[in-house]
């Protein structure tokens, strides 16, 4: 998509799964700090109130410390959450690269359960080609560990879980 007058191409990461959980159990693991460590990353500072800002610390490339700068936009208990997601520098090519995006999480009741559909927007293309590529699959096993923590409750690690999904 181009926005209008700037000519900046953009795309984003759509992830649209059937948990057979209900939207109530699937909000928990989406929005509680302790839960989210297990199926993405660490949060810093993290709460789920709008305005509320917070980081994530990954893997660091070139110029870039490897923080993730985040700020909730909006709740809507059991049905949306969204919230930016920022970093990288600007002399990194690639890894790294500057990224100013949206992660927007929307939840729907369903018979067999509650459709998750992660939309991360935003990326600018060519500069967010490489971390838009590994984030795609990258967020398609998040859904999946987000289930699997929605499924075991808060007793259990899930394997491979906590900043492994690279960040740009």
């Known amino acids: 998509m181009k926005t209008e007058g700037q000519q900046i191409e953009t795309h984003a990461i759509v992830v649209d799964e059937v948990l ?8 928990k693991a989406l929005t509680t700090g302790d839960l989210i460590a297990r ?6 500072g993290f709460e789920p109130v709008a305005g509320k800002r917070f980081t994530f610390q ?12 985040c ?14 997601w920022k ?4 002399e990194n090519v690639g890894y790294g690269a500057p990224l100013d995006t949206i992660v927007t999480w929307t939840l729907a009741k369903v018979d067999n359960g509650t ?14 080609d490489g971390a838009f590529e590994i984030m795609s699959n990258g967020w398609k096993t998040v859904v999946r560990r987000l289930g699997d923590i ?7 690690a899930i394997p491979g879980a906590a900043g492994d999904l690279p960040s740009g």
């Open 150 to 156: 929605a499924a075991t409750g808060t007793d259990s």
């Open 87 to 90: 970093g990288g520098h600007a």
């Open 115 to 128: 459709r998750v559909r992660l939309v991360h927007s935003g990326f600018v293309r060519p500069r967010n």
């Open 39 to 44: 199926w993405l990353m660490a949060p810093t």
């Open 71 to 84: 700020q909730v936009l909006e709740t809507k208990p059991n049905e949306r959450f969204v919230y930016a």
């Open 20 to 27: 057979p959980h209900a939207p109530e159990t699937i909000w």
């Open 58 to 69: 990954t893997k660091p490339g070139g110029a870039w410390d490897g923080v993730i700068h």
